[in-house]
């Protein structure tokens, strides 16, 4: 293998397994001299990809741990194993990595080969995976299509479904995707509108980026906050329950969504109650899916308010304990 660069992405590719390869190993794979080899281990290292050297008759080379994540190459199945991943957990809000997920099955697909794409596609049309059913389903592909969008940055056109069945058609310059425990949101300067909106990705439709490009504007708020405080005036009601627990035993999502709810009084209070936490909030999520959330937490917990809430635990017990 003649060609320097090439053989370095080979030289790269090998070492990303989870092994140790001999000097002379390496030479045979790559067809060139244990001098060579040695060399490239340098350019290598040169390059910021940390290489280490072992002596001896069992010595060789592995690439360990460094500062930072040096580029993966992947062959074609561990692309495939790794997009069609990443699009199933995008689909479902995952808890802790879901714009991480988003961001990154955006950049695996911007540069997957058309036959490593179509055999993604093929494999997810094909399987169904064991998630809850009770969220909104989100297409992976319109995910990605905005996550690609907002890093642009390009302005976005697509058909959008209000919540009263209203339909129209969407020009935004879109800002970030937010992930609400079971539901996307897509906060966006509309420009017929001429303001801020929150949109719900499940009711997006024919997403696709213009092309043309634009100076982002600056939102006047976090973006989880601008679409907490959207959510808060819309259909929500008061949460409050106890948890046989301390606050740094809940989950982030609840951390979260207590501590954050300044104007609608959210909060944590530790020991407020037999030695607990009481956590108080708002939720526009349906009672039957946010009692499933609070007991996913594996923790104990008494429901305070409201009484939809209190009567959904009771209804999920039953259920549980039939089955």
Do not use: C, N
């Not at 409050?240 to 999502?253: I, K």
């Amino acid at each position: 293998m003649t060609d320097t660069p090439a053989r370095l992405l080979s030289l790269l590719s090998l070492l990303q397994t989870p092994r140790e390869w001999p000097g002379s190993e390496l030479a045979e794979r790559l067809r060139v001299s244990p001098r060579t080899i040695r060399r490239d281990i340098e350019r290598l290292r040169e390059l910021g990809y940390p290489v280490e050297a072992t002596l001896g008759a069992e010595g060789g080379y592995r690439l360990v741990a460094g500062a930072a994540m040096p580029p993966l190459l992947l062959d074609d199945e561990e692309a495939v194993a790794i997009a069609v991943g990443l699009r199933a957990g995008a689909g479902h809000a995952i808890e802790g990595v879901e714009e991480a997920s988003v961001r990154a099955l955006a950049k695996l697909e911007q540069v997957l080969p058309s036959r490593l794409r179509h055999r993604v596609g093929a494999l997810q049309s094909a399987t169904v995976a064991l998630t809850r059913g009770d969220g909104p389903s989100v297409d992976p592909g319109t995910l990605t299509t905005i996550a690609s969008a907002v890093a642009g940055p390009e302005r976005l056109r697509f058909a959008y479904e209000a919540g009263d069945g209203a339909r129209s058609r969407r020009l935004v310059e879109p800002y970030r995707l937010v992930s609400a425990g079971s539901r996307w949101y897509l906060v966006a300067y509309d420009l017929e509108r001429g303001d801020w909106r929150t949109f719900r990705v499940d009711r997006v439709g024919e997403a696709f980026a213009t092309g043309a490009r634009f100076a982002p504007r600056e939102l006047p708020m976090d973006a989880r906050e601008f679409v907490r405080r959207g959510l808060r005036g819309r259909q929500t009601y008061a949460v409050e329950v106890t948890f046989a627990a301390g606050p740094a035993e809940l989950p982030e999502w609840l951390r979260e969504a207590a501590v954050a709810d300044a104007d609608g009084g959210g909060a944590v209070d530790d020991g407020a109650v037999d030695d607990g936490t009481r956590v108080r909030f708002d939720s526009g999520d349906a009672p039957e899916w946010l009692v499933a959330r609070l007991a996913l937490t594996g923790l104990p917990f008494t429901v305070q308010a409201p009484a939809a809430l209190s009567a959904a635990a009771h209804a999920l017990a039953e259920r549980l304990a039939r089955a």
